[in-house]
């Protein structure tokens, strides 16, 4: 019986380029509790990557690689695309950035959060109803059964990123995997987004994996940070003690971001030589 | 050579020169990787080579007549065998596909480049001139092709040159309808924007911006419609509305080859293998050209 | 005698299809200010550089720069005097045209000779190498098309620049990169910049003044001191200030 929900060892993703095969994700190990990890880095660094590898939705040409990638005792690289299906959902769960591209636009909320629900459980309709305006309330949502019957466009961008909670939530995953979950929404909504996402994990004593280009965000709403750069974990620190971080890119990264109460005439631009982690101007 | 690849793939190009032939060998490079493309490519060149070296190829000459051998079946000295006046099949197809050649090419070069500023100005501006312009682009649109080129000769006269134009004439509201679409999908783009607040004029705008964004669709398009093109005059040479006798035109071949076509299959056969095999290498090529050009694969050129 | 403010904006109403999306806005902002206008979406901030520009002609109020009246439409007196960076660098270059005849073009519209020396002079003051000179969009990474982006705004050398969202495309680490390069060209060339951003830290670095807007009004304007302190003085400012992670300070 493992206590580690996932554990990753020596994942490497890789695509082929005209120019010959590219790691997008070398080698990189880590495990995961029933707690908040956030992976955090810049575009390229290869965090998107990672969670897409831990759902197996990474398709040919790209090619995933691990000594080890087990989730609760599962082996995902054993796993035939049927089982995994079975997986995705019930088990583990994803919420990407942008709900105008991942909501499906000719459907109702109601009715795609009922068909995520009707995947994996067998319920008579009164009881998905029943289910689907329970988890709309849980994501803060009023007047959940009217907003059951509007269409996604007709939906804000913040309440669209809660619908994909509540479908991503609604079979009850151990694991969630939330990319970049708030980079399409307003400042002021994205804390409660964030909110809600904690609220809930926390209380159904999920793990979250947490990835955005944004230290401070995660900091504020994760147990653990992996800093990535260049397909590599660089850092790997509790959330709290991320000003004590010791890897130059991470210290670089938390130097260039200006602050509010800025007073410096000019912002410390990374040095990418002081780890040589290949060109990128 | 490889010196040349390698100057032409530069990442850094030092010259406007070097950065254009880089792209267009980029795009060349990856036309000859889809096989079907390439083949269509090579029956174009022989349509080509055929047309410009027909006197050399053929070995007769298409309008001598010889009636002493008049119908006589594909045979080594004939090798499509001869029609009703004795003329040898095969010399007529070489000689046919210069006639073939200056159709398709007239009619690219007439109805596209209206067709595309067209439908460029249409939906770059919008509002009136938009409604407008497709209004008449739609009542083009809705005139049956055949038919409209049928009117058309019949009121001009039979000829090459007016089947020419009359094709041409069906053949631009298509051109336009893509050029229009694709036009509004980036005329409220950000580059579009920023070259306007440098005080551009409306014609730059259109000529240097978006008619070159227009361009690869249109080209995709054009080579398409070559094989509806190659049809559409074989249409009218076999009405004997086209090329008049005694040219060879496929089309009007085929129609004479009409009454024989129980016995002497190969009279209409022959212009016909000929017609399909064009049509074919229009599309494969076609094909192979929107693959390679369409954006959606990735602006790697 | 005083001398006109770089942008004066006097009651300006701006409406898109007849729904009025900013409401009586008045600002002034002198020659030689870094001003910024911060709000959500939604908020008109954007809307309000379109107008100036003339890309968004339905408005009505008072309007002029460098003093003189603005019309409706874009204008070519205009585009010698103010020009915009866009926020999106993969979209506000044309994907066809290598970065020399993108710079190259606003010299060419305006007749302006020297094309090839000016061109390879500005490269280098926004600190790209000649390398990229005849390089397409697509070769070219996030920040290096946002610098080849300012370059053309900056060809016909105008005196005000607006910028829309210029770094919220980019990572942190080249955002530091394009912030310092706004910095510095605006003290080297006496530019007056107008900002338009959600991200106050970003404001704290480059501006000297801002306004806060919500749903097409300006809630109050302040000077960047007063963000800097956490001593914004309307709700919703101290709103957007906690939830953009500025710690609760008291005046």
Redesign the interface.
């Known amino acids: 019986m493992s206590a580690n929900l996932l554990e990753i060892e020596n994942l490497t993703v890789t695509f082929p380029t005209p120019r010959g095969p590219v790691d997008v994700v070398r080698g990189i190990s880590f495990t995961l509790g029933r707690e908040r990890l956030g992976i955090v880095g810049e575009s390229g660094s290869g965090k998107s990557m990672t969670g897409r590898a831990i759902l197996r939705l990474i398709r040919r040409p790209g090619r995933v690689t691990a000594k080890r990638m087990l989730f609760d005792g599962i082996d995902l690289t054993a796993q035939t695309e049927r089982q995994m299906r079975a997986l995705r959902g019930a088990r583990i769960s994803m919420v990407m950035q942008d709900p105008k591209y991942s909501l499906n636009p000719v459907m109702t909320v109601g009715e795609q959060i009922g068909e995520a629900l009707r995947t994996h459980a067998k319920l008579p309709r009164r009881d998905l109803d029943a289910r689907v305006r329970a988890m709309l309330e849980a994501v803060r949502i009023n007047d959940p059964d009217r907003v059951a019957k509007l269409y996604p466009h007709q939906i804000s961008g913040g309440m669209g990123q809660r619908v994909m909670i509540a479908m991503m939530l609604i079979p009850e995953p151990d694991l969630l995997i939330a990319d970049e979950p708030t980079s399409a929404l307003d400042v002021s909504v994205q804390a409660q987004v964030l909110d809600i996402i904690d609220e809930l994990v926390t209380g159904k004593g999920m793990g979250l994996i947490l990835i955005s280009h944004d230290l401070n965000l995660v900091s504020r709403y994760c147990d653990r940070i992996l800093v990535m750069n260049s397909g590599e974990i660089v850092e790997e620190c509790a959330a709290g003690k991320l000003a004590e971080a010791t890897h130059p890119y991470t210290r670089g990264l938390l130097a260039a971001m200006p602050r509010m109460d800025e007073d410096r005439a000019e912002l410390p631009v990374l040095d990418r030589s002081a780890w040589a982690s290949g060109a990128r101007t | 050579m490889s010196g040349l690849r390698a100057w032409l793939i530069d ?6 020169l ?2 254009n032939l880089g ?1 267009a060998y980029r795009i060349w490079a990856a036309l000859l990787r889809n096989p079907l493309a390439v083949v269509g490519g090579l029956i174009i060149a022989a349509l080509i080579i055929m047309a410009i070296f027909a006197p050399v190829i053929a070995p007769y000459s298409p309008i001598g007549q010889d009636l002493d051998n008049r119908l006589v079946p594909p045979s080594a000295a004939h090798w499509m065998g001869t029609d009703e006046l004795g003329r040898d099949i095969y010399s007529r197809v070489v000689y046919g596909a210069r006639i073939t050649l200056l159709i398709v090419t007239m009619v690219a070069v007439i109805s596209a480049p209206l067709g595309l500023v067209i439908g460029a100005v249409s939906g770059y501006f919008g509002g009136w001139t938009d409604r407008v312009l497709m209004g008449v682009t739609d009542i083009f649109l809705s005139m049956p092709k055949l038919i409209l080129a049928l009117a058309f000769v019949a009121a001009l006269g039979p000829g090459i040159e007016n089947a020419i134009i009359a094709i041409a004439i069906t053949a631009w509201p298509a051109y336009a309808r893509i050029a229009r679409a694709e036009t509004i999908t980036f005329r409220d ?3 579009i ?8 004029s409306a014609t ?1 705008v259109i000529l ?2 978006v008619l ?2 227009c361009a690869s669709s249109t080209i995709v398009r054009v080579t398409l419609d070559m094989a509806g093109i190659i049809l559409t005059a074989a249409g009218l040479g076999f009405l004997g509305l086209g090329a008049q006798p005694p040219l060879p035109e496929w089309g009007a071949m085929i129609s004479r080859g009409r009454n024989f076509i129980l016995d002497q299959w190969w009279v209409a056969t022959m212009p016909g293998f000929a017609i399909i095999l064009v049509s074919l290498g229009f599309c494969f090529l076609g094909d192979g050209l929107r693959d390679v050009l369409d ?1 959606k694969h ?3 050129q | 005698m005083t001398k006109p403010a770089a942008i004066e904006l006097d009651d300006l109403t701006i409406a898109y299809g007849g729904t009025p999306v900013v409401h009586g806005v008045s600002l002034s902002i002198p020659e030689g200010e870094s001003f910024a206008l911060v709000g959500e979406s939604g908020s008109g901030k954007s809307t309000i550089l379109r107008a100036i520009t003339g890309l968004a002609p339905e408005w009505t109020g008072g309007m002029s720069v460098l003093g003189k009246p603005r019309g409706h439409g874009p204008d070519r007196a205009l585009a010698r005097t103010c020009q915009m960076v866009f926020q999106d660098p993969f979209g506000s270059l044309h994907p066809r045209k290598s970065v020399d005849t993108c710079l190259a073009e606003p010299l060419a519209i305006h007749g302006i000779s020297g094309r090839d020396a000016r061109v390879k002079d500005m490269l280098a003051a926004v600190g790209l190498d000649q390398r990229f000179r005849f390089r397409f969009p697509h070769q070219l990474s996030g920040g290096q098309r946002q610098r080849v982006a300012i370059a053309r705004a900056l060809m016909l050398e105008p005196k005000i620049l607006l910028l829309d969202e210029p770094t919220s495309a980019l990572d942190v680490s080249v955002q530091a990169e394009i912030l310092n390069l706004l910095k510095k060209l605006r003290r080297e060339q006496g530019l007056t910049y107008l900002l338009v951003t959600h991200n106050l830290p970003v404001v704290a670095f480059l501006c000297d003044r801002m306004a806060v807007m919500r749903h097409g009004r300006i809630v109050e304007i302040a000077d960047v001191s007063a963000l800097k302190s956490g001593t914004l003085s309307e709700p919703y400012s101290r709103e957007l200030y906690a939830a953009s992670g500025g710690l609760p300070q008291h005046a």
């Open positions: 990442d850094s190009p030092a010259s406007r070097q950065a792209r783009s950000e580059f924007a920023a070259v306007r607040l440098q005080g551009a730059r240097n911006h070159p964004l954006p990735g602006d790697r």
